[in-house]
Protein backbone atom coordinates (compact mmCIF):
# COMPACT_ATOMS: atom_id res chain seq x y z
CA UNK A 1 0.00 0.00 0.00
CA UNK A 2 1.82 3.10 -0.90
CA UNK A 3 0.49 5.22 1.72
CA UNK A 4 1.97 3.20 4.49
CA UNK A 5 5.59 3.64 2.63
CA UNK A 6 7.91 5.22 4.78
CA UNK A 7 9.69 7.00 2.24
CA UNK A 8 6.13 8.42 1.21
CA UNK A 9 5.79 10.26 4.62
CA UNK A 10 9.19 11.46 5.09
CA UNK A 11 8.62 12.79 1.77
CA UNK A 12 5.91 14.93 3.27
CA UNK A 13 8.00 15.71 6.42
CA UNK A 14 10.63 17.21 3.88
CA UNK A 15 8.26 19.09 1.46
CA UNK A 16 6.41 20.76 4.62
CA UNK A 17 2.80 18.87 3.45
CA UNK A 18 1.95 18.49 7.15
CA UNK A 19 -1.34 19.14 7.63
CA UNK A 20 -1.85 16.41 10.54
CA UNK A 21 0.79 18.66 12.55
CA UNK A 22 -0.70 21.43 14.69
CA UNK A 23 2.26 22.25 16.46
CA UNK A 24 1.15 21.20 19.99
CA UNK A 25 -0.79 17.93 21.61
CA UNK A 26 -4.61 18.08 20.73
CA UNK A 27 -6.60 19.59 23.08
CA UNK A 28 -8.89 16.18 23.59
CA UNK A 29 -6.15 14.50 24.73
CA UNK A 30 -4.44 17.12 27.04
CA UNK A 31 -7.70 16.62 28.73
CA UNK A 32 -7.85 13.03 28.83
CA UNK A 33 -4.55 12.71 30.09
CA UNK A 34 -4.85 15.50 32.98
CA UNK A 35 -7.45 13.43 34.63
CA UNK A 36 -5.37 10.09 34.82
CA UNK A 37 -3.44 9.98 38.12
CA UNK A 38 -1.79 6.69 37.86
CA UNK A 39 1.24 7.76 35.80
CA UNK A 40 2.55 3.89 35.44
CA UNK A 41 0.59 3.04 32.59
CA UNK A 42 2.01 1.70 29.97
CA UNK A 43 1.17 4.05 26.84
CA UNK A 44 1.38 3.80 23.35
CA UNK A 45 1.42 6.88 20.56
CA UNK A 46 1.20 4.89 17.23
CA UNK A 47 1.85 7.08 14.29
CA UNK A 48 2.55 10.12 16.37
CA UNK A 49 4.58 12.22 14.15
CA UNK A 50 6.19 14.73 15.78
CA UNK A 51 4.96 13.19 19.26
CA UNK A 52 3.56 16.51 21.29
CA UNK A 53 1.35 14.26 23.46
CA UNK A 54 4.54 11.90 24.37
CA UNK A 55 6.23 15.15 25.46
CA UNK A 56 3.35 16.26 27.13
CA UNK A 57 2.46 13.08 29.05
CA UNK A 58 6.24 12.96 30.25
CA UNK A 59 6.12 16.38 31.45
CA UNK A 60 2.65 15.11 33.66
CA UNK A 61 5.06 12.94 34.99
CA UNK A 62 4.09 9.68 32.86
CA UNK A 63 6.87 7.00 33.02
CA UNK A 64 6.33 4.55 30.63
CA UNK A 65 5.51 6.07 27.35
CA UNK A 66 5.86 4.78 23.76
CA UNK A 67 6.07 6.55 20.79
CA UNK A 68 5.93 4.85 17.44
CA UNK A 69 6.20 6.42 13.84
CA UNK A 70 6.62 4.80 10.22
CA UNK A 71 9.07 7.85 9.54
CA UNK A 72 12.55 8.46 10.70
CA UNK A 73 11.93 12.11 10.49
CA UNK A 74 8.68 11.82 12.65
CA UNK A 75 10.90 10.85 15.25
CA UNK A 76 13.82 13.29 14.53
CA UNK A 77 11.44 15.94 14.91
CA UNK A 78 10.24 14.55 18.33
CA UNK A 79 13.87 14.08 19.27
CA UNK A 80 13.94 17.91 18.88
CA UNK A 81 11.05 18.81 21.10
CA UNK A 82 11.92 16.20 23.97
CA UNK A 83 15.85 15.52 23.33
CA UNK A 84 16.31 12.77 27.00
CA UNK A 85 13.22 10.58 25.70
CA UNK A 86 14.89 7.16 26.77
CA UNK A 87 15.92 5.82 23.51
CA UNK A 88 14.62 2.18 23.84
CA UNK A 89 11.06 4.05 23.86
CA UNK A 90 11.01 5.60 20.42
CA UNK A 91 10.19 2.87 18.02
CA UNK A 92 10.48 3.24 14.19
CA UNK A 93 8.44 0.72 12.95
CA UNK A 94 5.73 -0.17 11.40
CA UNK A 95 2.94 -0.65 13.39
CA UNK A 96 1.41 -3.73 12.31
CA UNK A 97 4.58 -5.41 12.97
CA UNK A 98 4.98 -3.74 16.19
CA UNK A 99 4.74 -6.22 19.80
CA UNK A 100 4.26 -4.69 22.85
CA UNK A 101 1.48 -4.74 25.28
CA UNK A 102 -0.38 -1.64 27.07
CA UNK A 103 -2.93 -0.22 29.40
CA UNK A 104 -3.30 2.89 26.68
CA UNK A 105 -2.90 3.47 23.51
CA UNK A 106 -3.75 6.73 22.33
CA UNK A 107 -5.07 7.58 18.60
CA UNK A 108 -4.25 11.39 16.67
CA UNK A 109 -4.33 11.49 12.92
CA UNK A 110 -3.27 8.07 12.99
CA UNK A 111 -6.00 5.72 11.80
CA UNK A 112 -7.00 8.81 9.02
CA UNK A 113 -3.84 7.99 7.44
CA UNK A 114 -4.30 4.40 6.88
CA UNK A 115 -6.09 3.39 3.55
CA UNK A 116 -9.64 2.64 4.58
CA UNK A 117 -8.93 -0.85 3.74
CA UNK A 118 -6.90 -1.37 6.69
CA UNK A 119 -9.03 -0.62 9.28
CA UNK A 120 -10.16 -4.06 10.62
CA UNK A 121 -6.63 -4.67 10.51
CA UNK A 122 -5.94 -1.14 12.53
CA UNK A 123 -8.93 -2.69 15.09
CA UNK A 124 -7.50 -6.20 15.52
CA UNK A 125 -3.73 -4.91 15.63
CA UNK A 126 -4.59 -2.13 18.27
CA UNK A 127 -6.58 -5.32 20.75
CA UNK A 128 -3.72 -7.40 20.42
CA UNK A 129 -1.46 -4.44 21.70
CA UNK A 130 -3.60 -3.68 24.50
CA UNK A 131 -3.91 -5.35 27.83
CA UNK A 132 -7.59 -7.18 28.70
CA UNK A 133 -8.19 -3.86 30.80
CA UNK A 134 -6.60 -1.85 28.37
CA UNK A 135 -8.55 1.72 26.46
CA UNK A 136 -7.80 2.56 23.12
CA UNK A 137 -8.52 6.80 23.56
CA UNK A 138 -8.35 9.31 21.00
CA UNK A 139 -10.13 11.48 17.83
CA UNK A 140 -11.66 10.66 14.83
CA UNK A 141 -12.26 12.15 11.84
CA UNK A 142 -16.15 12.85 11.47
CA UNK A 143 -16.31 13.76 7.99
CA UNK A 144 -15.95 12.79 4.82
CA UNK A 145 -13.34 14.31 2.26
CA UNK A 146 -14.00 15.55 -1.18
CA UNK A 147 -10.48 14.14 -2.47
CA UNK A 148 -8.35 10.73 -2.42
CA UNK A 149 -6.79 10.68 1.00
CA UNK A 150 -4.56 10.75 3.46
CA UNK A 151 -6.49 11.45 5.23
CA UNK A 152 -8.89 9.79 4.58
CA UNK A 153 -12.16 10.43 6.70
CA UNK A 154 -15.19 8.71 7.39
CA UNK A 155 -18.17 9.19 10.11
CA UNK A 156 -19.08 8.20 13.78
CA UNK A 157 -21.60 5.43 13.08
CA UNK A 158 -19.60 3.91 10.68
CA UNK A 159 -16.37 3.94 13.00
CA UNK A 160 -18.91 2.38 16.28
CA UNK A 161 -20.16 -0.41 14.19
CA UNK A 162 -16.98 -1.40 13.45
CA UNK A 163 -14.84 -1.29 17.21
CA UNK A 164 -17.84 -2.97 18.97
CA UNK A 165 -17.31 -6.13 17.07
CA UNK A 166 -13.79 -5.86 19.11
CA UNK A 167 -14.20 -3.58 21.96
CA UNK A 168 -16.59 -2.06 24.62
CA UNK A 169 -17.90 1.58 22.91
CA UNK A 170 -17.41 3.26 26.48
CA UNK A 171 -17.72 6.96 25.09
CA UNK A 172 -18.35 8.08 21.21
CA UNK A 173 -19.28 11.47 21.03
CA UNK A 174 -18.83 14.69 18.85
CA UNK A 175 -15.68 16.26 20.35
CA UNK A 176 -16.58 19.30 21.69
CA UNK A 177 -12.78 21.02 22.21
CA UNK A 178 -11.12 20.31 18.58
CA UNK A 179 -9.08 23.51 17.78
CA UNK A 180 -10.99 25.71 15.57
CA UNK A 181 -10.16 24.18 12.44
CA UNK A 182 -11.72 20.58 13.29
CA UNK A 183 -14.41 21.79 15.37
CA UNK A 184 -17.84 20.22 14.39
CA UNK A 185 -15.72 17.38 12.59
CA UNK A 186 -14.26 14.87 14.94
CA UNK A 187 -15.64 12.09 17.57
CA UNK A 188 -13.95 11.27 20.85
CA UNK A 189 -13.83 7.41 21.70
CA UNK A 190 -12.96 5.32 24.54
CA UNK A 191 -13.05 1.60 23.79
CA UNK A 192 -12.33 -0.97 26.43
CA UNK A 193 -10.53 -4.09 25.59
CA UNK A 194 -12.91 -5.84 27.71
CA UNK A 195 -15.89 -5.80 29.80
CA UNK A 196 -13.63 -4.22 32.60
CA UNK A 197 -14.38 -0.52 32.74
CA UNK A 198 -11.66 0.70 34.89
CA UNK A 199 -11.77 4.67 35.46
CA UNK A 200 -8.69 6.02 34.45
Known sequence: MAFLDKDYWTERYATGKTGWDIGFASPPLIQYLDQIENKTLQVLVPGAGSGYEVAYARKLGFKNLHILDFSEEALVRFNAIDPGFPASQIHHQDFFEHQGSYDLILEQTFFCALDPSLRTNYALKMKELLKPNGKLVGVWFDRE???????????????????????????????YNSIPERASSEVFMILGNSKIQDVF
Do not use: H, N, T, W
Open 145 to 175: FDFDGPPFGGKSAEYRSLFEQYFDVIICSPC
